[in-house]
């Protein structure tokens, strides 16, 4: 008998942006038997997309069904956080790029 083996959350993390219902169901420390069974029973707690006989899942989904963060989603509110305008990366009254004038030919 065997049983499924769970992922850590930086493995999570880790998997492809649509990893396979097998990543999800060791993510979520479920076995195959019990995971397929939710997914025929339209029961699967996250959307499943079937790719020919193959079923997938969204990464993102999944990070939010578990409770975790994404390290991007996490570093743009951090930085959000720390300017007044709510727009990360923008420096108030920052000069612009602008192009030099050019002369037109005669």
């Not at 999570?12 to 990543?23: I, Y």
């Not at 420390?29 to 079937?50: Q, W």
């Not at 999944?62 to 956080?81: D, I, M, Y």
Request: proline fraction near 10%; aromatic fraction near 6%; charged fraction near 20%.
């Amino acid at each position: 008998m065997t049983t499924a083996t769970g992922l850590s959350p930086e493995q999570v993390l880790a998997l492809p942006a649509m990893p396979s219902v097998k990543d999800a169901f060791a993510a979520m420390n479920i076995g195959p038997t019990n995971g397929y069974a939710l997914i025929k029973d339209g029961l699967f707690p996250i959307e499943v997309i079937p790719f020919g006989r193959a079923f997938r899942v969204r990464r993102s989904d999944l990070v939010t069904f578990l409770g975790l963060t994404e390290p991007a989603a996490a570093e743009v509110q951090s930085a959000a956080a720390t300017h007044d305008d709510g727009a990360p990366g923008v420096q108030p009254k920052a000069p612009s790029e602008q192009s030099a004038p050019t002369r037109a030919s005669k």
